[in-house]
C-alpha cells in the first residue's frame, strides 16, 4: 500500500505503530486504572502528543499532514517502538519515549536497540511513570532479543538511567556528536 493510501486509512480509523502484544507484560504495572499503556497511534496528533516532545526539545510546526506522513514512514520502515502513556480522564499522552531498533551485520545480524525521546508531562512527574516507561522500552528490547540497548542523556540524568540498570562502562562511556544545520530532511522513501 502506497504511503499515501496508509495516511488516509490512519487518520481515518487510527493505526498503532506496533502491535500492542508487545506492551503485555507491563500493561498492568501503572499507578491508575485511568492511565495506560499503548503503542503511539496515529490519531495521537490529537492527543496532544507533539505537544508533549515539546517538553523534550524543540518541535516546530508539525501539520498533521506531517505528522502522518512521518508516522507512516515509520510504520512501513519497521524498527520503531514509540510508547504511550495516556491519561483516559483527560484523553491525552502524557508520557512516551521511543526504541528505535538498529539491524547489525555484527552479533550474528543482532539487532541494537536504542532508548531516545524519554519524557513524561511535568504535570505527573514523581510518580514512578519515567520509570515505568523505560522498563517497558527495556521489556520491548528483551522481547525482540536485542544484544544491546543504548541512550544519551544530559550528565544530570546520568543517575535517573542508572538506577534503572544502565551502567557507563569504563573506556566506552562517550558520547560524539556532529550537529547539521538542515530544514528539510529527505524523504527516506525516495532514496
Ligand atoms: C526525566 C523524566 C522522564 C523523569 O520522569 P518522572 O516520571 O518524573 O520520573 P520517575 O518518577 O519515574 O522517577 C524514577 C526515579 O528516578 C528519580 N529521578 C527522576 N528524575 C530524576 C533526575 N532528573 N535526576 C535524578 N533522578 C531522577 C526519581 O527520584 C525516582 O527515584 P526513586 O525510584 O528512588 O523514587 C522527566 O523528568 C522528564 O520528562 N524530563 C524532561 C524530559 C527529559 O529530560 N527527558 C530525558 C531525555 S534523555
Redesign the pocket.
Known sequence: MSNLRIQDVASKIGIDLFNPSLLEKVSNQLPSDNLTFRPLNSRDYDKGFLQLLE??TKVGNVTQDQFLNCFCNMKTSGGYYIVVVEDLNCGKVI?SATLVIEQKFIHNCGLHGLLE????N?E??????????VAAIKQIATTLKCYKLT????D??I??YE?LGFKRETGNANSMHVRFINDNPVEQSRL
Not at 124 to 133: A, F, H, S, T, V
Not at 151 to 154: K, R
Open positions: 517538553q523534550l508520557g525521546d524519554v519524557v513524561v511535568s505527573y512527574r514523581g510518580k514512578q511513570l519515567g520509570k515505568l516507561i541512550l544519551n542523556c544530559q544530570h540524568l543517575p535517573f538506577n
